[in-house]
C-alpha cells in the first residue's frame, strides 16, 4: 500500500488536471496492522532489511503528505490505528464519522509510537491527551477526534 500510494502522490503532484486528492480507506479500514504482520513474518526469519525498507517508504510518503502542494481530503469512516492514522493526520482536511475510530495500536503490542502521528499530531493534542493516547493506546471516536482537532469535519455517515 504505501508503494501505490507514494507512486500516485507522486504522479498527481505534477498533474494540472488534479486539483484535490481523496483518500478514503477501503472496508472497514483506513488502514490497520498490514506492515506488521508481514514485517514480524520477515523478522521471524532473522530478516530485518524489510522493516527498514518499509520505514524508510513510510518516512517518504509522510514527508510527501505533509508538503504536497495540493489539498488532500481524508475521509476516515472505518478505523485509523498506526501507519493508516499517521497517513490520515497530515491531511488538510480531516472527516470523521460516528462509525470513525482512532487509536495509536503500536503500544498494545508493545511497540513505540513513532511513524509520525506521535512526534507532531499528538503532541499538539490539549493538555496531556496526546501522551495519554501514546501511553495507551486508547480509542477516540469521531466525536471525540473532532472535539480535541484530530478530525478537521464531522459527518454523519449515510
Not at 30 to 49: M, P
Not at 66 to 83: D, F
Not at 84 to 112: D, K, W, Y
Amino acid at each position: 500500500m504505501l508503494s501505490q500510494l507514494l507512486q500516485l502522490f507522486l504522479a498527481y503532484e505534477h498533474d494540472a488536471k488534479v486539483k484535490l486528492v481523496i483518500l478514503e480507506g477501503s472496508g472497514k479500514a483506513f488502514s490497520v496492522g498490514g506492515d506488521i504482520v508481514e514485517i514480524t513474518r520477515h523478522l521471524y526469519k532473522g530478516d530485518w532489511r524489510l522493516g527498514l525498507k518499509t520505514t524508510l517508504k513510510a518516512y517518504k510518503l509522510l514527508y510527501l503528505i505533509a508538503t504536497y502542494s495540493k489539498p488532500q481530503l481524508s475521509i476516515l469512516i472505518g478505523i485509523a490505528m498506526g501507519q493508516g492514522a499517521a497517513i490520515f493526520l497530515p491531511s488538510r482536511f480531516r472527516i470523521a464519522t460516528e462509525n470513525s475510530m482512532f487509536s495509536m495500536l503500536e503500544t498494545a503490542l508493545g511497540v513505540v509510537p513513532e511513524t509520525g502521528a506521535s512526534a507532531y499530531f499528538l503532541s499538539r493534542l490539549p493538555g496531556f491527551l496526546g501522551e495519554y493516547l501514546a501511553l495507551t493506546g486508547a480509542r477516540l471516536n469521531g466525536p471525540e477526534m473532532l472535539a480535541c482537532r484530530l478530525a478537521t469535519h464531522f459527518v454523519p455517515a449515510v
